[in-house]
């Protein structure tokens, strides 16, 4: 009988809407609720796109989409988003934010998206 549970529970954590251009999504979870994959199937099976997000413990990591651009976030000890890497857009590579907290946690200063050229930074690594 708990072959049949967990059979259940994997078919409920799929959901299969159409979006606003009539395409299914399949949106994947694991076990513990979070969000592992979004899959688009268009009309058009060669189009198929598919965003995939990393954690680690339980806090999101990485975000890769269908053009294999990621986003990648570090966190502090208490799990504050301290910055955020986008993905390579442009010819001066990737762009950052960065957010400055006070030894009370309260935020007192968040940049605007910027890239190594504007600032030395060295690229987030796991």
Request: with cysteine; proline share 6%.
């Amino acid at each position: 009988m708990g072959r049949y549970v967990l059979c259940l529970t994997i078919l409920l954590l799929i959901f299969l809407p159409a979006n606003v251009y009539g395409h299914l999504l399949i949106f994947k979870y694991d076990l513990a609720g979070k969000q592992k994959k979004v899959i688009s199937l268009p009309d058009i099976p060669a189009k198929r796109a598919e965003t995939q997000y990393q954690y680690e413990g339980t806090r999101q990591w990485k975000i890769t989409d269908a053009r294999n651009n990621t986003t990648q976030f570090l966190y502090d000890a208490v799990g504050r988003t301290l910055r955020t890497q986008f993905p390579s857009v442009s010819p001066y590579g990737p762009s950052y934010t960065h957010t400055e907290f006070d030894s009370f946690g309260r935020r007192v200063a968040q940049s605007d998206q910027i890239t190594e050229d504007d600032y030395d930074l060295e690229p987030l690594t796991k």
